[in-house]
């Protein structure tokens, strides 16, 4: 199983990136997906989620109405749209897919993991 994650890199604050995370190996239909962060010192947190079918989603308090998570299971990829980037986004994002109907807010419930994508936002 690959998850592959792409999309980072350094912008300044206001601007958008979109990341995207390739998956391979494995039934892409049947796993939720999530997106997570983690910043320097800093544990990882849950960013954004979704359920296998796309319809449900989570998104942490700090990034509601700015990020949208999304899904194109014809691609076996998820999506993280990410607007209006505050220097406080800055941390390596990673995708993650859980063998579940229902997306988890917590790491340990998710079965594979991506390699992370750095993103880096400059005030």
């Known amino acids: 199983v690959q998850l592959q994650a792409s999309g980072g890199g350094l912008v300044q604050a206001g601007d958008s990136l979109r990341l995207s995370c390739a998956a391979s190996?494995?039934?892409?239909?049947?796993?939720?997906m999530g997106w997570f962060r983690q910043a320097p010192g800093k544990e990882r947190e849950v960013v954004a989620a979704i359920g296998r079918t796309g319809w449900n989603t989570y998104y942490v308090g700090s990034v509601k109405g700015r990020f949208t998570i999304s899904r194109d299971n014809a691609k076996n990829t998820v999506y993280l749209q990410m607007n209006n980037l505050k220097p406080e986004d800055t941390a390596v994002y990673y995708c993650a897919a859980r063998h579940n109907f229902h997306y988890s807010v917590q790491a340990r419930e998710y079965n594979y993991w991506g390699q992370g994508t750095l993103v880096t936002v400059s005030s």
């Open positions: 190996g494995l039934t892409f239909s049947r796993y939720a």
